[in-house]
């Protein structure tokens, strides 16, 4: 048995590849690492395609008529929510009033919302089970759509549009869902934040470093003027706010 080539393993791609790809990073401007031309959208994976087309096909055939809606009575699978988001993920607690808190909106209250649970395991199996059944005899249609769904995948990666040229590095980070700082140029950073952490983070006064405390001077910029506020006499050689001789005699207890 042929085992099939990957798409990046055909000559199609290989070609498109050398064609495309520039001798520079568009991100960080490196030119001396291995370039790759990496694609700004991913592929998407066979299971989700075929989900996608069953759904569409499944929501085509009930709006036409085709295939009756799935009617049962809903009343056997009702569930307590909350009563100010309508979540499912309330608490009971057996000793603090009022009974119930919710996880999510974290709104407490004495009596829950008995209301359908559209995702009770039961009932999804009654569902997925019925709507299977009847697509089953459109079977080939499906397959079909598919196969000409993965077709305009296939040429649409190929092709090599939506596609830019970054070095390895910025390659695996934007994989990864992390970008380059546009304000450093060194360090990447997830879509959350503007900056990466070394941007963000305030510097030392004295030698210009980050800071990882409230002061205003890095630890080993002030370490040699930190007095122990325990004792007030000895200099602290750790990140404590006691030296160690009171660490020893267990005046830090006092301390806190």
Request: charged share 30%; proline share 3%; hydrophobic share 25%.
């Amino acid at each position: 048995m042929v085992k099939e080539k990957k798409l990046w393993e055909l000559p199609e791609w290989k070609a498109t590849r050398k064609r495309l790809l520039k001798k520079y990073c568009e991100q960080c401007g490196n030119t001396d690492k291995i370039m790759v031309l990496t694609h700004t959208r991913q592929f998407p994976k066979a299971r989700a395609v075929a989900r996608s087309i069953r759904n569409e096909l499944l929501n085509k055939y009930i709006s036409d008529g085709t295939i009756p809606q799935f009617e049962i009575d809903r009343d056997r699978f009702r569930s307590n929510q909350c009563t100010e988001c309508n979540s499912r993920s309330i608490r009971e607690r057996k000793i603090k009033r009022p009974r119930y808190s919710c996880n999510s909106c974290k709104f407490e209250f004495d009596t829950p919302n008995l209301a359908f649970d559209e995702f009770d395991p039961e009932y999804l199996k009654l569902l997925n089970n019925y709507y299977n059944d009847k697509l089953h005899k459109f079977r080939a249609e499906m397959d079909m759509a598919y196969n000409n769904r993965m077709d305009e995948l296939k040429q649409w990666y190929l092709s090599g549009e939506d596609t830019v040229t970054y070095c390895n590095s910025c390659s695996y980070n934007f994989k990864q869902g992390r970008t380059l700082c546009q304000n450093c140029k060194k360090h990447y950073h997830t879509k959350n934040y503007d900056k990466c952490f070394y941007c963000n983070s305030r510097p030392c006064e004295n030698c210009g470093k980050r800071v990882l405390n409230s002061m205003n001077s890095c630890y080993e910029c002030d370490k040699d003027e930190r007095i122990c506020v325990s004792c007030e006499s000895n200099k602290i050689t750790s990140e404590l706010n006691i030296c160690d001789e009171c660490v020893l005699q267990g005046k830090w207890v006092d301390s806190s």
